[in-house]
């Protein structure tokens, strides 16, 4: 909707007056419709992860809320089809303001950094690629490096340029289809991904990741989910492993023929083609463009869910909206004082002696 937005402000507009037509007439507590910022969504997934962790706040033996320590808390890393976000805790004050969003939850300030990258999707990023390498081409063959040796399609001009994402100095000519080949280069993938990016940009400033945009070092754990998590699937890098692995792995991916994947992957054609693409992209924008490296690398998982909970904005921005997540620590106890929980413990200890020494008496009493 963000795209449509920035596409055809009118239409996205109607859209909305439909929607809230609709809800309005309806029996539920209908508030209103409207769109949801990149920023907020950043944030509001953060929230989601950290509530259903319990990392937010914890509950001691001795009767006492304990506040998390800021390096504890879990940054998002979320990738949808039209725009990625990161949202994490840095180590220090977040320089540039409008980066900024501050919750006040369980009675403590949380300031954390967020960004939204519009058009860095996945299905954006493979747009815009493609259109990238049919500009530099000159002629009806588009040598594609990032689709598999023994890959081909043909493809109209005219459907590259629908999204507002893809820019072009003129209207593509009504001419003929395109044929797409996979040449299976992933040095060559990554060079013409890179072109995605504008890291000149942050030629000489510190704190910065690309296109101009601040960023402080990252800090802490990660869950990547999303199409994060889905390509990184496939590709059977969900277990933590080393970046090297990581990288190998992609990089051996990338060079098998068209025929040797279709085999090994029978009923994935949809996106099949793309695998290889979506890993070297994800290299790319969290080594290159967020600045992760091989000793911050450990410390993402790539997930689907937190603390069995599908992770997203959607639950954070109903418990924010709700309140369901109070401001202030809780007045009331969710468990018994230290007292009451050690007399407890206490007296199971006990039955279980008295029960295992009846028990005992029995075996070993001489029957008559």
Avoid at 76 to 96: E, K, R
Avoid at 259 to 264: F, G, I, L, R, T
Avoid at 319 to 326: A, C, D, E, K, R
Wanted: net charge neutral.
């Amino acid at each position: 909707m963000r795209l449509l937005s920035r596409k055809n402000s009118s239409q996205a507009r109607d859209i909305f007056e439909a929607v809230t037509q609709v809800l309005g007439k309806s029996p539920l507590d209908f508030w209103g419709a409207e769109l949801l910022a990149g920023q907020d969504e950043g944030a509001l997934g953060w929230i989601t992860i950290n509530y259903v962790l319990g990392m937010l706040v914890k509950y001691s033996f001795s009767g006492e809320w304990i506040q998390p320590l800021e390096g504890t808390l879990v940054g998002a890393l979320d990738m949808g089809g039209a725009s990625t976000q990161i949202t994490f805790v840095p180590g220090g004050p977040i320089l540039d303001k409008s980066t900024q969003t501050t919750f006040r939850l369980y009675g403590s300030e949380h300031s954390v950094y967020t960004h939204s990258y519009l058009c860095f999707g996945r299905d954006q990023m493979l747009s815009r690629l493609l259109a990238q390498l049919v500009q530099s081409s000159s002629g009806p063959l588009v040598r594609h490096p990032c689709y598999h040796s023994g890959y081909w399609a043909t493809l109209s001009p005219a459907a590259l340029y629908e999204s507002p994402c893809v820019h072009t100095a003129a209207p593509p000519e009504p001419a003929g289809n395109l044929t797409v080949e996979g040449t299976g280069n992933p040095g060559a993938c990554i060079s013409a991904i890179r072109g995605l990016f504008n890291f000149s940009s942050c030629r000489g400033r510190g704190h910065c990741a690309f296109n101009g945009v601040y960023q402080p070092p990252v800090r802490g754990q990660f869950y990547a989910f999303s199409n994060f998590y889905y390509t990184f699937r496939f590709l059977n890098l969900t277990s933590k492993q080393p970046l090297a692995t990581v990288n190998a792995t992609i990089w051996e991916f990338c060079q098998r023929s068209w025929k040797q994947v279709e085999a090994s992957s029978p009923g994935q054609d949809r996106w099949l083609r793309d695998y290889c693409t979506s890993g070297l992209y994800i290299l790319t924008l969290l080594l290159e463009g967020y600045g992760f490296n091989e000793e911050t690398w450990p410390g993402i998982e790539f997930r689907k869910q937190a603390g069995g909970t599908e992770m997203g904005w959607t639950l954070g921005y109903m418990l924010n909206l709700t309140s369901m997540i109070p401001a202030e620590v809780p007045a009331q106890w969710r468990a018994q004082s230290y007292g009451i929980w050690a007399a407890g413990v206490v007296f199971a200890v006990l039955t279980l002696a008295v029960t295992l020494g009846a028990v005992a008496g029995q075996l070993l009493w001489p029957q008559g």
